[in-house]
């Protein structure tokens, strides 16, 4: 059973267009997050929600926004693509109190 | 700014030698992780060490976290090629007395291990 299951894999579009990625997790994990993953592989997180609540909103332009409908779902909607958008998304989960990540198989996003 | 420095950035060697990977900061960090990435996959977690000193070993990888808590080293012993892939450090800081569950991730070492 896949714990952070992330759809979809793979996303190729044009500039300007908006686009989703979605994410689950089996975990029961009370915490879920997203990280970009730049070329060089630099992670660096996003977003953080505990509870279905925004803990963590790094500075991230606002065509980028989560939702988290439940605990077990966080999802990544991105308005108005750019070139610089261009990168591999990771949603993990983890239990507060331990921090310690579990991540899904990321979701390459290339924009031309 | 950079917070966690890892080095080296690239390291290709033989099977069956030895390597240590270094995560160095000028901040304290509450705990320090360690993942490994393989092309097209998440990060994996490997270990947590917490406490100032700590050593944990994994097999044939040995970890440790320095007494400040502020840098930790892996150093994998008679390397395979399965153990080829990205290398991260991760640690978290300390926020008062609150764990936001926010993680600093190291640029990562890319590590080849050659048959």
């Known amino acids: 059973d896949t714990a952070v299951s992330q759809t979809p894999k793979y996303l190729v579009t044009q500039m300007g267009n908006d686009k989703s990625i979605k994410c689950e997790q089996n975990l029961g994990h009370d915490t879920m997050y997203w990280y970009k993953q730049d070329s060089k592989k630099f992670l660096k997180i996003m977003f953080s929600y505990n509870n279905k609540e925004l803990i963590i909103n790094e500075t991230v332009p606002n065509r980028f926004s989560p939702k988290s409908p439940d605990k077990a779902h966080l999802n990544l909607h991105i308005n108005s693509l750019e070139l610089g958008d261009s990168a591999v998304y990771f949603c993990a989960s983890s239990q507060m109190n331990t921090g310690e990540l579990f991540f899904g198989e990321g979701s390459r996003l290339t924009v031309l | 700014t950079q917070l966690l420095e890892q080095s080296p950035q690239f390291l290709s060697i033989q099977e069956g030698e030895n390597l240590t990977v270094y995560c160095n900061s000028s901040?304290?960090?509450?705990?320090l992780q360690w993942y490994r990435q393989e092309p097209g996959e998440g990060p994996v977690l490997l270990v947590t060490?917490?406490?100032?000193?700590e050593v944990k070993k994994l097999k044939r990888l040995t970890f440790q976290f320095g007494d400040a808590r502020k840098d930790s080293s892996l150093h994998i012993t008679a390397a395979q090629p399965g153990d080829t892939g990205l290398y991260l450090c991760?640690?978290?800081?300390?926020?008062?007395?609150?764990?936001?569950?926010?993680?600093?991730f190291g640029q990562g070492t890319t590590l080849q291990v050659k048959p």
């Open positions: 060490v917490v406490t100032g000193g």
């Open positions: 901040s304290v960090f509450s705990s």
């Open positions: 991760a640690g978290a800081r300390v926020h008062g007395s609150s764990n936001t569950g926010k993680l600093i």
